[in-house]
């Protein structure tokens, strides 16, 4: 993660924005009067929203786990499309 001042942020943007895409970094935009901003990738948000999709449904997700855990055990079954 980068921190960086609004004035940073505002004369170095496509530098900062080449960095969120390139490093997959989160970069910090700090303001002295409102709240922080984030710089991220497209990507790394798409991620973000799928993995809090993915979580907000508490059953849904403890079966993903518990699938993740039987393939990791070698107890998965491999089935045929139809």
Aim: glycine share 4%; with cysteine; charged share 25%.
């Amino acid at each position: 993660m980068i921190a960086v001042n609004y004035t940073g942020a505002k004369d170095s943007f496509e530098e900062y924005c080449d960095t969120a895409v390139r490093d997959c970094e989160t970069v910090i935009v700090t303001r002295k009067q409102n709240e922080n901003v984030v710089i991220m990738s497209e990507s790394a948000y798409n991620n973000l929203i799928e993995n809090l999709y993915v979580r907000s449904d508490k059953d849904d997700y403890q079966r993903l786990l518990t699938s993740i855990n039987q393939l990791g055990a070698s107890k998965g079954i491999v089935r045929d499309t139809i």
